[in-house]
T-cell receptor, first 111, second 117 residues
Framework: GNSVTQMEGPVTLSEEAFLTINCTYT??????LFWYVQYPGEGLQLLLK?????DKGSNKGFEATYRKETTSFHLEKGSVQVSDSAVYFC??????????FGDGTTLTVKP | EAQVTQNPRYLITVTGKKLTVTCSQN?????MSWYRQDPGLGLRQIYY???????DKGDVPEGYKVSRKEKRNFPLILESPSPNQTSLYFC????????????????FGEGSRLTVL
């Protein structure tokens, strides 16, 4: 079956540091890939997505590139802010029925 | 405002007492799904529905039931809750165009924290 493996947390960074959260996946077909973010006490919301190989998703300074050859979708941001503190989930959706999520990575950004 | 609404947001109950968590969306989405979130396990899919009267099991369906009688509503039913169903539950919805052509993003509710004593 499908699976998503993402970097274990928690991750603690200082403000303005560079962020990378690794995500790799296993899928039988050609999934769409997503990063969702969960702020404290809230539901998940879409951060960015990519629907085919070599697509780059971007939003709010975050970026991730769909790499089919390495089955990866790493999340990056050049300069994190305190407000980026949240839990980040990598996910794939291969058909309309099921989505598969990683375990989540907790990011804390300190001033 | 486009949203997915879950109720209740918090519930403490006892083993064996039937409960229902409601989920409603106002985006005319065909697809709806339930997940549970547990520490160290991420999100796991319980049940999903591609459209009215069409439901299917996710990865962890045991102990849960669902129904989809109307497009906007997708309640999660725990007929006889047990302590291992203590968790944070999320409902989500998305568009669905059929076949394998739709892989759009999910829209999530704010979650329902359930404690079973």
């Amino acid at each position: 079956g499908n699976s998503v493996t993402q970097m274990e947390g928690p991750v603690t960074l200082s403000e303005e540091a560079f962020l990378t959260i690794n995500c790799t996946y296993t899928a039988t077909g050609y999934p769409s890939l997503f990063w969702y973010v969960q702020y404290p006490g809230e539901g998940l919301q879409l951060l960015l997505k990519a629907t085919k190989a070599d697509d780059k998703g971007s939003n709010k300074g975050f970026e991730a590139t769909y790499r089919k050859e390495t089955t990866s979708f790493h999340l990056e941001k050049g300069s994190v802010q305190v407000s980026d503190s949240a839990v980040y989930f990598c996910a794939l959706r291969e058909n309309a029925g099921k989505s598969t999520f990683g375990d989540g990575t907790t990011l804390t950004v300190k001033p | 405002e486009a949203q997915v609404t879950q109720n209740p947001r918090y519930l403490i109950t006892v083993t064996g007492k039937k409960l229902t968590v409601t989920c409603s969306q106002n985006m005319n989405h065909e697809y709806m799904s339930w997940y549970r979130q547990d520490p160290g396990l991420g999100l796991r899919q319980i049940y999903y529905s591609m459209n009215v009267e069409v439901t299917d099991k996710g990865d962890v369906p045991e102990g849960y039931k669902v129904s989809r009688k109307e497009k906007r509503n997708f309640p999660l039913i725990l007929e006889s809750p047990s302590p291992n169903q203590t968790s944070l539950y999320f409902c989500a919805s998305s568009l669905y165009s059929g076949g394998t052509g739709n892989t759009g993003e999910l829209f999530f509710g704010e979650g329902s924290r359930l404690t079973v004593l």
